[in-house]
């Protein structure tokens, strides 16, 4: 059985952050790990310290099987096609059955916490590649991942520049993680994979609210920050005013309502587990990102 481990989207921040955690924290040999992306010149820097590099493709289903050839463990890192019109899932469902008919042992995966029930409108693609790993009769290692601390850059520098974050999330929680801390975990797992099939959902130490991220975050710029809470229609029509792409919102306004109803509230110890270490709190974070949050 092959101990090599493919990672897809390396040129991406978590494929990148993962391969990092590979070869840094868990001394992964370089000549184990492949590093696969559409644009292998972006891997150059992990190509010098020996680490191969593939070109993965997810819209190319026949190169696919040939990038994967000799691989034990493949961690497909999920897409960021999100157009609405099942692109996303149809090139996870590619990788997944290259995976298979190049003859790995392992698929790894990058879900979202909660994926059977979730309102996060893209959170069916997450389900529907869990589903295609499982018919593969394979090992699998699926990580279900809270949200990234850093998505709130998404939000909070306009909100403290105005004084006002508006939201439809009510009193809904999220356990905001660092990507890094995520990154880790993974790298742990890849690194010393159980035997069988294993699900874990990375998430932080504490699910808080945007009431408390918004006292968190004018503690670290100094400034305050109001909430003023809407409804989804309402905020869907604000955020179309300011100029978001229409095409978009939706997917936005989910995200709200699935923090409201509570899918992205999930606090476990598998980071800590996985990784060896406590997860960066969302104060840390912030007080840390404090110049480009008041930028």
Do not use: C
């Amino acid at each position: 059985m092959s101990d090599t481990i493919l990672v897809t989207g390396a040129s991406g921040h978590l494929g990148r952050a993962v391969i990092r955690h590979l070869l840094d924290s868990r001394g992964v040999a370089p000549g184990r790990i492949v590093a696969g992306s559409r644009s292998p010149d972006k891997l150059a820097d992990f190509a010098a310290r020996g680490v191969a590099t593939r070109k993965v493709d997810f819209d190319d289903p026949s190169g696919l099987e040939q990038a994967f050839a000799g691989a034990g463990t493949v961690l497909i890192v999920s897409t960021d096609a999100l157009d609405g019109a099942g692109t996303r899932l149809r090139q996870h469902q590619a990788a997944v059955a290259a995976a298979k008919a190049a003859g790995v042992s392992r698929i790894a995966y990058t879900s979202l916490p909660n994926a059977e029930t979730s309102k996060v409108s893209f959170a069916p693609d997450h389900l529907g590649t869990e589903q295609a790993i499982a018919a593969t009769g394979l090992a699998s290692l699926i990580f279900r991942n809270s949200w990234y601390q850093e998505n709130l850059f998404m939000s909070l520098p306009q909100a403290l520049k105005t004084g006002q974050w508006y939201t439809s999330a009510g009193e809904g929680r999220i356990a905001f993680v660092a990507r890094d801390d995520i990154a880790a975990a993974i790298a742990g797992a890849l690194a010393n994979p159980p035997a069988g099939s294993v699900t874990w959902t990375l998430t932080g130490s504490e699910a808080l609210t945007n009431e408390d991220i918004a006292r968190l975050a004018a503690d670290a710029v100094g400034r305050p920050v109001r909430l003023v809470h809407l409804n989804d229609e309402q905020l869907a029509g604000g955020m179309k005013a300011a100029g978001v792409p229409e095409a978009f919102v939706p997917t936005l306004v989910s995200f709200e309502r699935a923090s409201r109803e509570g899918d992205l509230a999930t606090v476990t110890d598998d980071v800590a587990t996985l990784s060896g270490r406590r997860p960066r709190s969302l104060r840390d974070f912030l007080a840390a990102s404090k110049a480009a949050l008041a930028a």
